[in-house]
């Protein structure tokens, strides 16, 4: 039998090419970002982009689309799951 928790979900994609250009698909939110890190929600749970000079080029939310550009240090992922059902904001989820 087919899981209907899994009908709506997207493929979650990483392209990353020569460490200074990342293609990522399956992006659900993307909650902060400035020339250091870059913070995704992904169907895959929270993935932290950290480098310099970061930019997010592309944002394609309807698609789930996101390209970042710079120089990419580390691609980090964290669990999500269990916070946004409980309400909690995105603070008291990082301070967690």
């Known amino acids: 039998m087919e899981d209907l928790n899994n009908v709506n979900k997207r493929v979650h994609k990483i392209m990353l090419t020569n460490r200074r250009t990342c293609t990522i698909n399956g992006v659900n939110d993307v909650l902060s970002f400035d020339i250091h890190e870059v913070l995704l929600e992904t ?32 691609l980090t992922y964290s669990e999500n799951t269990g916070y946004s059902k409980k309400g909690e904001s995105f603070l008291s989820r990082l301070l967690k």
Not at 46 to 56: A, Q, S, Y
Not at 57 to 72: A, H, M, Q, T, W
């Open 43 to 74: 169907e895959q749970g929270m993935l932290m982009i950290k480098g310099d000079e970061l930019h997010v080029n592309r944002l394609s939310l309807d698609k789930g689309e996101v390209d970042v550009d710079g120089k990419i240090d580390s």
